[in-house]
């Protein structure tokens, strides 16, 4: 089993910054892919930016440039770090974690708004 926690979400004006935190428990030795999603009514979910164990990333298109995924595995937690937000980026933030062996796992969400 393994358990994440998000953090970090709030309130921000456009133009500003925001760090998201992942915080993972249990059985984290055996997540190889961790990533984060997000999801607005009305939408699908969508990823935002996944990183592996090998440290590979990858983002969606429209936050290339303006989100930093990156994970620090001393303290088993994940961060995106959000620059230049944009109202259209305002959504419920999760994180996803995968184990070798397929089995998912969820946080519970954070949500960000972006308005002025």
């Known amino acids: 089993q393994v358990q994440l926690v998000e953090s970090g979400g709030g309130l921000v004006q456009p133009g500003g910054s925001l760090r998201l935190s992942c915080a993972a428990s249990?059985?984290?030795?055996?997540?190889?892919?961790m990533g984060w999603y997000r999801h607005t009514p009305g939408k699908m979910r969508e990823l935002v930016a996944s990183?592996?164990?090998?440290?590979?990333?990858n983002y969606t298109e429209a936050v290339k440039g303006r989100f930093t995924i990156s994970r620090d595995n001393a303290k088993d937690t994940m961060y995106l770090q959000m620059d230049s937000l944009k109202p259209e980026d305002t959504a419920d933030y999760y994180c996803?974690?995968?184990?070798?062996?397929?089995?998912?796992?969820w946080g519970q969400g954070t949500q960000v708004t972006v308005s002025s």
């Open positions: 249990g059985r984290v030795f055996n997540i190889y892919y």
């Open positions: 990183i592996d164990s090998s440290g590979n990333v």
């Open positions: 996803k974690g995968i184990e070798y062996g397929g089995t998912a796992y």
